[in-house]
């Protein structure tokens, strides 16, 4: 086989970290193991020192890990990634590798709740300071940036709000002042976006979403573009332990075969779903990346290659008739997270968004009405009927 970097996103996903193993397994074994043998006290200490290759303890690596991490990091174009328990162990990691006391970043505003709870809460109490500003205008961050600003974090397209920010714009930017790029890439996946490309320092994920995209696995990964910004961001989830574990991995390297083909039907059912929502009369406003009328439609077709499953809306009536909606779908279900096979709708002021405040929810246009619709690969009409129902009992 030529080498793996060659093929096509859709080739990469079922062969990407795919290895040859003793028994030729065409999928290879789960090391579900802690551990792992020294032959002697010489190669222990050897492999302590990194003198020699090998495996130590699942915490510091292990194959069924590197496997997934390979093939993440080989779709996402970077050089290596590392695999987390979670995306917000991914989050942690990444903050507690590049900053210091006396640091400042700037965040988008509408990015994941506890992102943003994560740098107001925790890191606030180690001297970083953060600045939550709208992305999708690179003015706004242009703006904001102060003598000390080490790192510009973005998500494109932001949850839950889907605003896009224009991310070769904000890194070049960025770079000359001086700041590193990390971008969550979580609602895109690899195959919709390639922030590399697009000249970022650092790619994240919650494996939890689209890469696994069967909803039974918590996980996350880090994508580093070369190999001084690995060992840092290895050496530090080495010490603050986020590790994910071998079954995981196993589960969510399985999920990745049919990545390429999920996003497409992902995004075909979003784009039919959304242009139904967009007509129908009790709508307010809705939001997909795909739809024209999107503020910054322009900047999709420029860095996306398809608009992905994630839609946001508001009724009018606001949250009143949200709550009919939600409370009333059969086939879609009432339901966090995204990025599953099946449909899920759910209401970010009162759940996923809810441990940001109001105040600073309001600066990030996540209106109390806002439903999110994360929209899954079932049949697109079927979809629609079940919001018709429960649309027409408002
Ligand atoms: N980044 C984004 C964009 C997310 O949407 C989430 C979780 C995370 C990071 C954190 O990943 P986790 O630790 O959960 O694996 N988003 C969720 C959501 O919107 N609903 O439930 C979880």
Redesign the pocket.
Known sequence: MKDINNYSDETKSVHAGITENEHLAVVPPIYQTSTFKFYNTDHGAKLFASEEEGYIYTRMGNPTIEALEESIAVLEGGYKSLACG??????HTVFASLLQKGDHVICSHA?????TTLLENIFSKFGIETTFVDSSMTKNVENAFKRNTKVVYI?SPG??TMCISDIKEISELSHKKGALVVV?N??MSPVLQKPFKLGVDIV??????FLNGHADV???VIIAKDEQSYQNLRKTLNLLGGTINPFNAFLVHRGIKTLAIRMERHSKNAQKIAEYIEKHPKIEWVRYPGLKSHPQHEIAKKQMYGYGGMISFELKGGIEAGKILMNNVQLCTLA???GGVETLI?H?AS??HASMGKELRVKANITDGLV?ISVGIENADEIISDLEQALNKI
Do not use: C, Q
């Open positions: 979670s995306g917000m162990a991914a989050i990015v994941y709740g506890p992102t998500e949850n839950p969550d979580t609602f994240l994920h919650s494996l939890t979403k918590v996980g996350g966090v997270s995204l759910e970010p759940m996923t999110r």
